[in-house]
């Protein structure tokens, strides 16, 4: 079957030991993607083979933070610890094909090896073999081909050829009966009928091992495609020490799913035109595997920063009424609904919003932002703050319109510039000196609470 007429089934296969890293979410969102816009399955598959590194807690982050990105799986998830028989039966017909051996050889002795293992157990007669693992503890090698070489066809990086002497023996089954992630990785990419094979990078080296045992066992390999590195800012890797790198801490940051999904998915893919803020279906629409490109790409939060902000602005204000609802319960749904509009436009993440509505709700008690304060408050700052609060008290309509030939009428009069007077009266009702435009502030406080404010100087 070719690429275009096998039904697309694609995996994501995290393994439970920390915490689901971005450059995970990212290969999630690719096979999410992948599987929506071509109308695809999307399964997901628990790798807990590993039993030293298996991590409870990170599983359950894992399927939480799957769900909060909004990448709800097709199927699964399956657990591989739940499929030992099966690797065990796939590990004995290798064996039988003469594709795989019993290896005896210690720990002690392995660890005295020094360029990997030598294959001294390759040859042993599977009889013999056979009568010893009645009693012995062993592993289960492949029998790697010694000469030739082996190649694969990655759809975004084209063909990469091994040669088959710098493969060793892996081990397919380990003294504990579990299978190893090249063995579990193959037998359920097959038995689950996974059509494309979508992974980062670090995975690469492992392709013409998992040809090897797909060729062994005499099943079609999928179609592979490595996902580009994501480095940090700096170069190097992404890590915790360098900052953010978990999909845990970002939702902990105030980002929203939709803008992280967004973000990852154009590290590596862009739609091919120059649109850059997309909701998700946007982004299956324009997804397309053609268009991932294999270089490395570098994580930029700042970017990431500047996203949230974009997609916090195509949220319904009512979102935000709601949350401001919450905050502010005794307060009218109108005011509510209004500072809720003045306030979207400026968040960068939601986690803005408490700090940033309380001045509407609660009299600020002093000037809370030190620098500001130094800035525009002057001397005469009380002085031209009463001849404001005298003109604002002659409105009768208190709309912007009027409280902006209000400021007007006393700079002219007292000839202040507008800086002069506006910074010093924001500060005076905010008690910050940065927000939404002063009218604005100011007509929904009201009257007023407006002239009372003014009128208290810090
Ligand atoms: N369990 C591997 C991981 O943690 C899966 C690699 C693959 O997709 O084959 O990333």
Redesign the pocket.
């Known amino acids: 079957m070719t690429q275009e007429t096998k039904p697309v089934r694609v995996r994501f296969?995290?393994?439970p030991t920390g915490y689901l890293h971005v450059g995970?979410a990212r290969t999630a969102i690719y096979n999410y993607l992948f599987a929506k816009a071509v109308g695809g399955t999307f399964y997901l598959r628990i790798?807990d083979t590993d039993r030293k590194r298996y991590n409870e807690e990170a599983l359950k982050d894992l399927l939480r933070d799957l769900k909060w990105l909004g990448l709800e799986w097709d199927e699964g998830p399956f657990f591989q610890s739940e499929r030992l028989e099966i690797y065990g039966k796939a590990a004995e017909q290798l064996i039988d094909k003469g594709h795989a051996y019993y290896c005896f050889c210690t720990e002690e002795r392995l660890q005295t090896l020094e360029h990997g293992y030598d294959r001294h157990c390759r040859d042993l007669p599977l009889v013999e073999a056979q009568k010893r693992i009645e009693s012995e503890k062993f592993v289960v090698r492949f029998k790697a081909p010694l000469n030739g070489s082996t190649k694969f066809n990655d759809l975004i990086r084209g063909e990469i050829e091994t040669p088959n002497k710098d493969l060793d023996d892996l081990v397919i089954l380990k003294r504990d009966k579990f299978p190893t992630?090249h063995l579990a990785?193959v037998v359920d990419d097959h038995y689950m009928q996974t059509s494309h094979?979508l992974?980062?990078d670090e995975?690469i080296s492992s392709t013409p091992k998992h040809v090897l045992l797909y060729n062994a066992f005499g099943w079609e390999t999928p179609f592979f495609c490595h996902l580009p590195v994501i480095l940090a800012p700096g170069g190097g890797k992404l890590s915790k020490r360098k900052g953010a790198a978990s999909v845990g801490d970002f939702r902990d940051l105030g980002y929203l799913p939709h803008a992280l999904v967004n973000y990852l998915s154009l590290l590596g893919w862009s739609p091919g035109d120059d649109r850059e803020v997309m909701n998700l279906e946007e982004m299956i629409g324009a997804f397309s595997l053609e268009r991932i490109q294999p270089k490395a790409v570098s994580f930029d939060e700042k970017k990431l920063e500047w996203m949230n902000g974009m997609h916090i602005r195509l949220l319904s204000d009512s979102l935000f009424a709601d949350e401001l609802k919450k905050l502010y319960p005794a307060e009218q749904d109108e005011k509510v609904l209004k500072v809720a509009a003045l306030l979207k436009p400026r968040l960068k993440f939601t986690t803005e919003l408490s700090a940033m509505s309380k001045y509407f709700f609660e009299r600020p008690e002093k000037c809370e932002d030190e620098k500001a304060y130094t800035k525009y408050w002057t001397e005469q700052s009380p002085k031209h703050i009463e001849l404001v609060a005298k003109e604002l008290e002659k409105i009768e309509d208190f709309d912007v319109k009027n409280i902006e030939l209000a400021f007007a009428k006393v700079c002219e009069s007292s000839e202040i510039k507008l800086g002069a007077l506006a910074q010093p009266a924001r500060l005076a009702v905010s008690g910050v000196g940065a927000g939404p435009g002063l009218w604005e502030i100011l007509e929904c406080l009201g009257k007023e609470e407006c002239i009372f404010r003014l009128r208290r100087v810090f």
């Open positions: 296969a995290p393994s995970g790798e992630y990785s094979v992974r980062g995975w």
